[in-house]
């Protein structure tokens, strides 16, 4: 597979769930395995932040500004997939308005599973297929944080499972059972998967 001239390298960053170890998220697995074994010259980064529940969102989103900007001094041409589950999401979308310029273009694509700053109506959520039903889904934490920028949508695929209470905060509230479903869904980790080479290649 033919990689773009100006991306010759990538790194994935992700950043994981409440309550997950300091490491990469189960929620990501499979995706970044098939992401690293089809596009080559990429590496992931497991942002290091707490992921508790006090919600210390503001640590991850310097470590993944550090993290960018460290890669982009290394080599300009460095490309970049963010991925956010839960926490992580809010982490992730959290850092969006914060990457401008050379850092905003650096970020080929950005991969939401279950986040409670989940927008309604925008054109970057999907279900776990695909589907658009959980579109108009609000997240638990809609009115404590912005979610996914305007600018954003176009490179990002937020993906919400119905009932997952967290970013359908309606008809579930909290940490319903799918919450935890999307690193065991085939689906989700291929969408995400897909969504991610299509950016890089």
Known sequence: MERD???????IIEARGTGEPQGPSIGFKAMN???LSTV?????????YPADPFNQVDVGVRDIIRKVNDSLSEDPRTCFVL????????VVTQTMPQLQGAAFDAVKAA????????VPGQACNVDGDGGDSTRDARG?????????PSNWVSK??????????V????????????????????????LGARFAISALT
């Open 5 to 11: 001239a100006s991306c010759p390298s990538y790194v």
């Open 33 to 35: 395995a098939k992401i």
């Open 40 to 48: 080559p010259n990429g590496t992931d980064y497991p942002v290091v």
């Open 83 to 90: 991925q956010g589950y839960s926490q992580g999401a809010s």
């Open 111 to 118: 991969i939401l599973i279950g986040d409670p700053t989940h």
């Open 140 to 148: 638990a934490l809609f009115f404590l944080y912005k979610g996914t």
């Open 156 to 165: 990002t695929k937020n993906i919400c499972l119905p009932g997952d209470g």
């Open 167 to 190: 970013c359908q905060l309606f008809p579930g509230v909290g940490t319903t059972p799918p919450h935890f479903l999307y690193g065991f869904d085939p689906s989700v980790q291929d």
